[in-house]
């Protein structure tokens, strides 16, 4: 049988913290490294159990949006609960103990140590965190609701016009895992992450849109803008390497080659 946090509540009790870490899309190195540590020197995790938790922590597979909904849920459940934790070990241990007793007094002794030193190392000021977990009081703001007074699809189609195909095809490329936004915190591995996604666009040809068709190219400066315009969505440097790569680079070697045809054309007609 499958491991699940259902199935194996005392698992339950990093529920709070990955939530906390996944909440914003993004895993920071720091994060995985803490955590994978962490999970690691669990005596008290089997070998399976450990697998499962670390799958909770893979960058190239974060948990999807009903994933985070159903953590989020078991979260609120516990703040409503008669006792307020003061940490996210307590509020884990709330939820892992919500349905029959995962975790008894002698556990919690036991492994209180090390929860409290992941929280250090993940730099989580504990108060402030389960605060921003409680549900928000109801305000006058909250009882607006959004009035659309025009046709959002119909501006989108008029803003990108004849451009729409290409958008379209770069938004989805680079809201693929592949794209995934887990920025390297070291300056050579962020180098080579986006040397890997330029050559990712080169393979989906979205590097040859201004090139002459004769040199395998779509002549298509306009589109070659726009594959531009909508990698500043995602990843500036990508952005930059991206003009550097297929325009200054590229541009320079086709009009060096165009310059000794012109040359060779002139000395033909005796020019």
């Not at 504990?126 to 009882?143: A, P």
């Not at 952005?239 to 000794?260: A, D, R």
């Given at each position: 049988m ?11 009790i ?51 949006r ?91 189609d ?10 379209n ?24 992450k986006?040397?890997e996604?330029?050559?990712?666009l ?47 680079w590229?541009m320079?070697i086709l ?17």
């Amino acid at each position: 049988m499958d491991i699940t946090f259902n199935n194996d509540p005392k698992l339950s009790i990093l529920i709070p913290v990955f939530y906390l870490a996944w909440q914003d899309d993004f895993l920071s190195k720091n994060e995985f490294t803490t955590l994978n540590d962490f999970i690691n020197k669990q005596d008290w995790f089997t070998k399976a159990e450990k697998e499962f938790l670390k799958s909770k922590i893979d960058y190239t597979s974060p948990p999807s949006r009903s994933e985070l909904f159903h953590w989020k849920e078991k979260i609120d459940k516990a703040l409503d609960n008669s006792k307020k934790p003061s940490n996210l070990t307590e509020l884990g241990i709330l939820i892992a103990n919500a349905e029959r007793q995962a975790l008894n007094e002698e556990d919690i002794r036991i492994i209180g140590t090390s929860f409290a030193k992941m929280e250090s190392e993940l730099g989580v000021m504990s108060r402030e965190v389960i605060s921003g977990f409680k549900k928000s009081k109801d305000t006058i703001t909250h009882s607006y609701k959004t009035i659309e007074s025009f046709d959002v699809k119909l501006l989108i189609d008029f803003l990108d016009g004849s451009q729409a195909a290409t958008i379209n095809k770069v938004k989805q490329l680079i809201s693929s895992p592949e794209f995934a936004l887990d920025i390297p915190e070291n300056i050579m591995e962020y180098r080579e992450k986006v040397l890997e996604w330029s050559k990712s666009l080169s393979k989906h040809n979205l590097g040859a849109y201004a090139y002459p068709k004769e040199h395998g190219g779509k002549d298509d400066i306009e589109g070659y803008f726009s594959v531009m315009e909508t990698l500043s969505y995602h990843d500036l440097s990508l952005v930059i390497k991206f003009g550097v790569q297929f325009g200054l680079w590229g541009m320079s070697i086709l009009s060096l080659g165009t310059e000794k045809h012109y040359k060779k054309y002139l000395k033909d007609i005796g020019t």
